[in-house]
């Protein structure tokens, strides 16, 4: 693919780009860079920093086990209409519903639709005002 794909690592201050024919380079992030970005943009990167930091806790690095996933969910989880749909005390059967592939984590894949029903329970309930 000719596109260019910009990750940024808030974490280190550093932005990485990397071309179909280039190497990798790193540039320093401007706070200014990272306040140009889209809300669709910002949400892409907080996504994807989100399932980092938390699959980043044991030796998968690019998976939640279901300890990682129950400490997502108790401290990402605050509103109590999202804390309704999926709670930390049930996090067995969040882990069933969730883990598609049944390999026991999961993925990043996994884990986007897991966001996915979170937006459109929300979206659901705000167009529609179901509680």
């Not at 990485?16 to 790193?26: E, F, P």
């Not at 706070?31 to 920093?49: A, G, I, N, R, T």
């Not at 690095?61 to 605050?78: F, I």
Request: net charge neutral.
């Amino acid at each position: 693919m000719g596109s260019t794909w910009v990750m940024l690592n808030t974490q280190q201050g550093a932005r990485s780009t990397a071309g179909s024919s280039d190497s990798a380079s790193t540039v320093p992030a401007s706070p200014l860079f990272l306040h140009d970005m889209s809300k669709l943009e910002q949400s892409v990167v907080s996504l994807v920093e989100l399932f980092e930091q938390y699959a980043g806790q044991d030796e998968h690095k690019n998976q939640l086990s279901a300890a990682e996933l129950k400490q997502l969910l108790e401290k990402e989880l605050t509103c109590p209409e999202f804390k309704k749909k999926f709670n930390a005390e049930e996090v067995q059967e969040t882990m069933k519903m969730l883990d598609k592939n049944h390999d026991g984590v999961i993925n990043f894949r996994e884990f986007c639709q897991f966001v996915g029903m979170l937006a459109k329970g929300y979206f659901k309930q705000k167009r529609c005002g179901k509680k």
